[in-house]
Structure formats: structure tokens, C-alpha cells
């Protein structure tokens, strides 16, 4: 009896390993979408060419992002991305301002220029963006304003889990 029982726990711990290894996300599988009834989100093969970084082995990968507009009309659009850090529960973003400007400055007309950008069916693209080897998600963060409704932001945030 005691050895049909470890049969039967060894069996049942290898369809488990199975079937959480068939469904482990990783960036080593692009691309990678998540979706919304508003947004499509997805990382895949960054984009190469002259000034775009180039993944180092044991520092950082390179990736791109897209971005779809796949529900209703918005007004303006702000898309952010942030990656973990071990060992703390601070998210890290991975662009923001060049030294010496202000991170405000225009930021209320980009954003009213990525929603016309969006409605006509053009993706926002990031071609190109490192994600050090130490990261273990990515974090695509997207708030927006409805037409309409203005006054009111909507957020949604995509993580991204690599294994």
C-alpha cells in the first residue's frame, strides 16, 4: 500500500512540474501579449540599428513594446514601465527625464498627441529598452482619460513575469 502511495505522489508531483513548466512566462518566448477590454500590450524582439542598445550576456537583455488601442476613443494617454528589483518592493522606472529638465514640461500635450497617435490604429512603440538580467517582472503601467470624460483618469498595468 505504502508503495502505490509514493507512485501515486511521485506521478502527481511530476504532472504538476509539467504542467507549471507549460505555463511559466518567459522573455526567452517572444513576444509576450497581455490584453484588456481597452489595451493590448505586448514585448517581443527589440529593434536594432545604429545608437540602440544591444543586450549584454550577465548584465541586461534588450526588448521592444507595443502598444494597441483596442477599445473606446481616449483622450489622452501616458504609458510608463518599471521593473523590480531583488530583494525590494521598490519598482524602478526604466525611463524618465534627461538630466537638468523638467519631467512636467509638455507632458499634458504628449499625452493629448498619443491619444490622436492611438485612435488613428497606431501603436505606441518603444523599440528598443534594457531590462537587467536581475529583473524578475516588468510592469507596463497605462493611464488614461476617456473622451468624455476627461476629468476622470483610468489606469491599468500589465506585468510582464519572467521564470
Same mark, same amino acid.
Given at each position: 500500500?505504502?508503495?502505490?502511495?509514493?507512485?501515486?505522489?511521485?506521478?502527481?508531483?511530476?504532472?504538476?512540474?509539467?504542467?507549471?513548466?507549460?505555463?511559466?512566462?518567459?522573455?526567452?518566448?517572444?513576444?509576450?501579449?497581455?490584453?484588456?477590454?481597452?489595451?493590448?500590450?505586448?514585448?517581443?524582439?527589440?529593434?536594432?540599428?545604429?545608437?540602440?542598445?544591444?543586450?549584454? *550576456? $550577465? &548584465?541586461?537583455?534588450?526588448?521592444?513594446?507595443?502598444?494597441?488601442?483596442?477599445?473606446?476613443?481616449?483622450?489622452? @494617454? /501616458? %504609458?510608463?514601465?518599471?521593473?523590480?528589483?531583488?530583494?525590494?518592493?521598490?519598482?524602478?522606472?526604466?525611463?524618465?527625464?534627461?538630466?537638468?529638465?523638467?519631467?512636467?514640461?509638455?507632458?499634458?500635450?504628449?499625452?493629448?498627441?498619443?491619444?490622436?497617435?492611438?485612435? *488613428? $490604429? &497606431?501603436?505606441?512603440?518603444?523599440?528598443?529598452?534594457?531590462?537587467?538580467?536581475?529583473?524578475?517582472?516588468?510592469? @507596463? /503601467? %497605462?493611464?488614461?482619460?476617456?473622451?468624455?470624460?476627461?476629468?476622470?483618469?483610468?489606469?491599468?498595468?500589465?506585468?510582464?513575469?519572467?521564470?
Amino acid at each position: 500500500m505504502k508503495t502505490k502511495l509514493t507512485t501515486f505522489a511521485l506521478i502527481l508531483l511530476f504532472l504538476i512540474s509539467i504542467a507549471l513548466e507549460t505555463e511559466a512566462l518567459s522573455f526567452n518566448k517572444l513576444p509576450i501579449k497581455h490584453s484588456s477590454m481597452q489595451w493590448s500590450v505586448e514585448v517581443a524582439v527589440p529593434g536594432h540599428g545604429k545608437g540602440l542598445a544591444k543586450s549584454k *550576456k $550577465g &548584465k541586461f537583455n534588450t526588448y521592444s513594446l507595443e502598444v494597441h488601442n483596442i477599445g473606446k476613443k481616449v483622450n489622452s @494617454v /501616458e %504609458v510608463f514601465m518599471y521593473r523590480n528589483e531583488p530583494n525590494s518592493t521598490t519598482k524602478f522606472s526604466l525611463f524618465g527625464c534627461p538630466d537638468g529638465e523638467e519631467c512636467t514640461e509638455g507632458r499634458f500635450e504628449q499625452a493629448i498627441s498619443l491619444a490622436k497617435q492611438l485612435n *488613428k $490604429g &497606431k501603436p505606441f512603440r518603444f523599440e528598443n529598452f534594457p531590462l537587467t538580467d536581475k529583473a524578475t517582472e516588468l510592469e @507596463v /503601467e %497605462v493611464i488614461w482619460t476617456q473622451k468624455g470624460q476627461e476629468g476622470r483618469p483610468l489606469k491599468e498595468t500589465f506585468t510582464f513575469a519572467v521564470e
